[in-house]
């Protein structure tokens, strides 16, 4: 479904969105959902018109953001890019979102590129640390791609649930400023519904910690 002429919702991945932004740059996608969807993905971008894939950006490396990018990589040969910080996520135990463990143990890991710079592609890569150690979101022609940082229900902006999150004021400050840092219309987040507004931040939520 396009929710904008040149941005996409892979109706396939419903509970853990991929959107797909297709300009000058090519086709970017914006993580890639839980393994094992990788071939329905690319039939439904297929028929959309929106393959060869040319990047895939995560947002985080949560197993339901990173699960088909191997294949996307292998088939494409684009490159697969997330920040310094959750790149060291990767290698560091502690900073993982448990402190323990691989995040790419039961997912097939791609060759991983550091984003340099605050854009790639055209779109704005906005810092958004809390969920996990370097998750970031992304802003494209007044859309913000907030993956894990909100998410939505029934029209409403809501908390993640505070067992994925793993600082939970370090999250509440990144809502913050993400807020201050990007004008948006339109929010697409990885876990509901797109929803037409211009900030994120509810202060009732933050009243009743």
């Known amino acids: 479904m396009f929710v904008r002429p040149n941005i996409y919702k892979v109706e396939c991945t419903d509970g853990s969105y991929v959107f797909a ?19 329905e993905i690319d039939a439904e971008l297929t028929k959309a018109g929106l393959t060869p894939v040319s990047r895939i950006l995560f947002t985080h490396v949560d197993m339901d953001h990173t699960g088909n990018a191997a294949f996307f990589q292998r088939k494409y040969g684009c490159k697969v890019y997330l920040s310094a910080r959750e790149f060291e996520s990767t290698t560091d135990p502690v900073k993982t979102k448990r402190g323990k463990g691989d995040p790419f143990e039961k997912v097939e890991k791609p060759e991983l590129t550091v984003l340099e710079g605050n854009e790639i592609a055209g779109i704005k890569v906005i810092p958004a640390y809390g ?4 998750h970031v979101c992304y802003l494209f022609e007044g ?13 409403v902006i809501k908390e993640m649930a505070l067992q994925y999150i793993r600082d939970r004021e370090q999250s509440w400050e990144a809502i913050e400023k993400v807020d201050e840092q990007a004008t948006f219309d339109l929010l697409c987040p990885s876990h509901g519904e797109p929803l037409a507004c211009s900030k994120i931040t509810v202060s009732e939520w933050r009243e009743g910690r």
């Open 131 to 134: 969920h996990t150690y370097g």
């Open 143 to 155: 859309v913000l791609f907030a993956g894990d940082l909100i998410c939505t229900e029934n029209g």
């Open 21 to 39: 932004i297709q300009n000058q740059e090519g086709v970017t996608l914006i993580d890639s959902h839980f393994p094992g969807k990788a071939e």
